[in-house]
């Protein structure tokens, strides 16, 4: 049985070749997207096996960005192609695990044998095909240790610099630091490293935004309320945030 793979790539020559040259080498293809909404519409239309991700994809939302939101609907392996150095690329993508990372410009060969290889290793078990810890507390880096936090009492997380800033419930700010004025949690990680860990009742509306799909009271044309705070909703984005508080809800 062949391998139908979902190919996410905004550069219309690569995709093409990709698509062409995984066909000739007897994959199916779920079809090609260049940014999330596309990805995302694929994902419940077409059965995949493996979605082949670059990670520089223009737009708000990054390849990493992209495969966490595959993996919400359901676990697949991913590969991550990229134009940089592959340190780089590895240290970007925190918070997910990719099957590989690939190399432009990209060798048939070298694909088709990390493609087979992510499904022989993702059928038996031996890779995670999301990062996600499906619990009901989290437990973050803060600037002297660690806190943990219960999932249902996070309201939203802003980005702070490469650092993210975390917004709770002021009973569960009052329970983590008994005493201190009400505001928010330094946390000294990325938001990409944060997003990894929450619970599918999360949706990251942006690169420097996550908000708890709980804790929504309003969607306008132009705005969400979360938890009594307006955020603007970034263009193409609004249908795509109610679809996934659909799925959430049902």
């Given at each position: 049985?062949?391998?139908?793979?979902?190919?996410?790539?905004?550069?219309?020559?690569?995709?093409?070749?990709?698509?062409?040259?995984?066909?000739?080498?007897g994959y199916q293809?779920?079809?090609v997207a260049s940014n999330l909404t596309d990805a995302l519409d694929l994902m419940r239309k077409q059965t995949v096996d493996l979605a082949l991700i670059d990670i520089e994809l223009d737009g708000p939302e990054d390849g990493v960005i992209v495969a966490n939101e595959l993996s919400r609907?359901?676990?697949i392996p991913f590969i991550f192609i990229t134009?940089?150095?592959l340190r780089a690329t590895a240290e970007r993508s925190n918070g997910v695990y990719p099957a590989a990372f690939l190399s432009k410009p990209l060798r048939s060969e070298e694909l088709m044998v990390q493609i087979d290889l992510a499904m022989r290793n993702f059928q038996a078990?031996?890779?995670?095909?999301?990062?996600?810890?499906?619990?009901?507390?989290?437990?973050?880096p803060a600037f002297k240790g660690h806190i943990l936090v219960r999932t249902?009492?996070?309201?939203?997380?802003?980005?702070?610099?490469i650092y993210a800033k975390l917004f709770v419930s002021e009973a569960e700010f009052g329970r983590v630091y008994p005493g201190k004025a009400y505001g928010y949690i330094s946390i000294s990680n990325s938001m990409g490293y944060v997003f990894s860990l929450l619970t599918p009742n999360f949706y990251r509306l942006s690169r420097s935004l996550?908000?708890?799909?709980?804790?929504?009271?309003?969607?306008?044309?132009l705005q969400v309320v979360v938890a009594?705070?307006?955020?603007?909703?970034?263009?193409?984005?609004?249908?795509?945030?109610?679809?996934?508080?659909?799925?959430?809800?049902?």
């Amino acid at each position: 049985m062949s391998t139908t793979v979902l190919i996410i790539e905004d550069d219309r020559m690569l995709a093409t070749s990709l698509h062409q040259n995984l066909a000739q080498g007897g994959y199916q293809i779920a079809g090609v997207a260049s940014n999330l909404t596309d990805a995302l519409d694929l994902m419940r239309k077409q059965t995949v096996d493996l979605a082949l991700i670059d990670i520089e994809l223009d737009g708000p939302e990054d390849g990493v960005i992209v495969a966490n939101e595959l993996s919400r609907i359901r676990p697949i392996p991913f590969i991550f192609i990229t134009g940089r150095p592959l340190r780089a690329t590895a240290e970007r993508s925190n918070g997910v695990y990719p099957a590989a990372f690939l190399s432009k410009p990209l060798r048939s060969e070298e694909l088709m044998v990390q493609i087979d290889l992510a499904m022989r290793n993702f059928q038996a078990g031996n890779i995670p095909a999301s990062a996600r810890t499906w619990q009901s507390t989290v437990l973050l880096p803060a600037f002297k240790g660690h806190i943990l936090v219960r999932t249902a009492e996070i309201l939203f997380v802003e980005a702070d610099g490469i650092y993210a800033k975390l917004f709770v419930s002021e009973a569960e700010f009052g329970r983590v630091y008994p005493g201190k004025a009400y505001g928010y949690i330094s946390i000294s990680n990325s938001m990409g490293y944060v997003f990894s860990l929450l619970t599918p009742n999360f949706y990251r509306l942006s690169r420097s935004l996550i908000i708890s799909l709980d804790r929504i009271e309003r969607i306008t044309s132009l705005q969400v309320v979360v938890a009594g705070k307006p955020f603007g909703i970034p263009e193409g984005r609004r249908k795509a945030l109610i679809e996934v508080l659909e799925k959430c809800r049902k």
